[in-house]
């Protein structure tokens, strides 16, 4: 099912979405969130423009962005000219009236970035974790602050102007629990309290979210799945793990962990015993991850004579070199399609990504090859894809999330 990209606002008049009668309060606050909605979608919009997208009066729509205006949501910027008559005064959203902040964790460290209420970036910073794991104990808070305040330091910005905090982890957390589970190789991130630890610092709410759901809300929205409302996503990287998004929607799961395909267990891999917290590795000792994450990429490269320290440089090698490199990809493949064909047998996706350090080094050719093993399987055959974002994408999809949050607070003028 392809997916719109229409954004519908909220009808104006004198019910409420579901038909009941509205109260003036409730009814000028959706007229202002379909107001708000339609500026962050399309920019710097004039009175009319604005009204006529809303389908309010002229008067109404003049209130309403007084009303805006006056609240911090809105500002002037600037004129339509190169027409008849006066020129048209054009409005767009403050991107002072909030600020946010999103983070990826990773074993090597943490990024942080933060961004105003439009979504655009502005500061950045990078935090590395300390080298053993005794130095990490206690320390999670501090390091998540150190990456964040220097976020906003390159802003020119203080913990005082955010309104939310999104993190990326490996892993998921459990909502029964509290816990962050299916990584234990993140020392210093189980803690049951952390959530409450990280926003008594922060000072903001805390979303704590599966890496690979991030990167799959960032290819959602601003990716290769746009058009698409089910789709999976496969990560291969140093971890494997996979986001189902079925009817637009995240599938998560009791535990929150929907998508740990890195443990599945397949023909040729070692299986992940102990369960999703025994062990120090990302992939549990054994299961998907054990064919085709980076380390298993590294190893296939050298069997077939191919010397590199990572698997970017393994499969940029394998690319550029006839039989070995052929030998490389070709396994590499299979060994894809053979996890990828129990994930299209059990969700029977519209369209699958690829992503992660081994899809993009990879690239069209992997790709093209997995196809090829997939094609004569007696399964669905959904679309194939190599994600096409440009930059981190947990770190983008952390940031449209912490930006839709912040929205639907900020511009709630009920």
Known sequence: MRRGTTMAAPPPGNTTPNGTPGTPRVLRAMNDRAALDLLAAHG??????????TGLSKPTASQ???RLESAGLVRPTGNVTGRPGPNAQLYEI???AAHVAALAVDQ??????VADITGQVVGEHRVTAPTTDESLTGRTAELVAEAVDGALAAAGLDR?????TVIGTPGALDPRTGTLRYAPHLPGWQSRALRDELAEVLHTPIVIENDVNLAAVAEQHHGTAQDFDDFALVWADEGVGAAIVLGGTLLRGATGGAGEIGYMPLPGAPLARGGPDAAAAPDGGGGFQKL???PAVVELAREHGIEAPTAAKALTAALRTPGAGDAVLTELARRLATGLASVVAVVDPELVVLSGEVAQAGGERLRELVETELTGLALPRPELRISDI????????AL????????NTVFDTA
Do not use: K, Y
């Open 44 to 53: 710097p919009l004039t009175r009319t423009r604005l009204g006529e997208l």
């Open 64 to 66: 309403l962005l007084t």
């Open 94 to 96: 403050n991107p002072a």
């Open 108 to 113: 090597e460290g943490i990024s942080a970035a």
């Open 160 to 164: 005082t102007d955010l309104h939310g």
């Open 292 to 294: 085709v994450g980076c």
């Open 390 to 397: 440009e930059g981190d994408p947990i770190l983008i999809g």
């Open 400 to 407: 449209r999330q912490a930006v839709a949050d912040a929205r």
